[in-house]
C-alpha cells in the first residue's frame, strides 16, 4: 500500500498556507497563483473517488479564501500600484 495519495493533500495545503501568511506583497501574487493551481488540480484527481468528500470541500474552502486574498490584493494595485520587491 502507498503513501502517495497524502503527498498532493499535504503540497495544496503547505502552498495555500504559504499564500495566505504571505507578507511581501511582491510575492502574493505567484503564491496564490501557485496554490490555486494546486488545489484545482486536487480536486480534479479527487472527483472521481466519493470517500474525498470532506477533502474536497476543504479545497473548496481553500478556492474561497485564495479568490477573497486575490480580490483584496486587486484592490490593493488599483489603488496604491504594484507592490516593489522588499529589500534585505
Same mark, same amino acid.
Request: aromatic share 6%; net charge negative; charged share 30%.
Given at each position: 500500500?502507498? !503513501?502517495?495519495?497524502?503527498?498532493?493533500?499535504?503540497?495544496?495545503?503547505? @502552498?495555500?498556507?504559504?499564500?495566505?501568511?504571505?507578507?511581501?506583497?511582491?510575492?502574493?501574487?505567484?503564491? &496564490?497563483?501557485?496554490?490555486?493551481?494546486? &488545489?484545482?488540480?486536487?480536486?480534479?484527481?479527487?472527483?472521481? !473517488?466519493?470517500?474525498?468528500?470532506?477533502?474536497?470541500?476543504? @479545497?473548496?474552502?481553500?478556492?474561497?479564501?485564495?479568490?477573497?486574498?486575490?480580490?483584496?490584493?486587486?484592490?490593493?494595485?488599483?489603488?496604491?500600484?504594484?507592490?516593489?520587491?522588499?529589500?534585505?
Amino acid at each position: 500500500m502507498s !503513501t502517495d495519495s497524502a503527498i498532493p493533500q499535504l503540497d495544496w495545503k503547505a @502552498l495555500y498556507q504559504l499564500a495566505v501568511t504571505e507578507q511581501d506583497p511582491a510575492k502574493l501574487s505567484q503564491r &496564490i497563483s501557485d496554490a490555486r493551481s494546486v &488545489i484545482l488540480d486536487r480536486i480534479q484527481e479527487t472527483l472521481a !473517488t466519493p470517500s474525498h468528500y470532506l477533502e474536497r470541500q476543504e @479545497l473548496s474552502d481553500a478556492l474561497n479564501g485564495l479568490r477573497v486574498l486575490r480580490q483584496e490584493y486587486d484592490r490593493r494595485v488599483q489603488q496604491y500600484g504594484e507592490p516593489r520587491q522588499r529589500m534585505g
